[in-house]
């Protein structure tokens, strides 16, 4: 991950990250994404780049693999304003296909 993440991380690019490894989790009414590969470290710099950028509250959530291994995903808080905020941030980049993964 580039060391300067903060700088280049868009709305656009949010929209095409959640579209691509993104998810709504019914469960818990969060937007959650995929980051499975990336360490611990790296997890947490982008929810503070979210929250920093973006005015996002993001939180990790631990999964561990079938293999055992523990990896960590990105999940939106489920309160109504932020999954509001986020997705008046990344709607207009979506394509219409895809709407279901912010449960539109």
């Known amino acids: 991950m580039p060391l ?16 691509g490894d993104g998810y709504w989790d019914k469960s818990d009414k969060t ?4 980051t499975d590969n990336f360490t611990l470290s790296e997890v947490e710099l982008l ?12 939180t990790l959530k631990r999964r561990i693999k ?7 995903r ?7 304003d932020n999954i509001l905020g986020l997705i008046k941030l990344v709607k207009p980049h979506f394509i219409p296909s895809m ?3 912010l449960n539109i």
């Open 66 to 72: 079938s293999n055992k291994e523990v990896c960590w």
């Open 4 to 19: 300067n993440i903060a700088g280049i991380l868009t709305p656009l690019s949010l929209a095409h990250w959640i579209m």
């Open 31 to 34: 937007v959650n994404i995929c």
């Open 74 to 80: 990105i999940r939106f808080s489920g309160k109504a």
């Open 47 to 58: 929810i503070s780049v979210l929250t920093n950028n973006f005015g996002l509250t993001a």
């Open 99 to 101: 709407l279901y993964k």
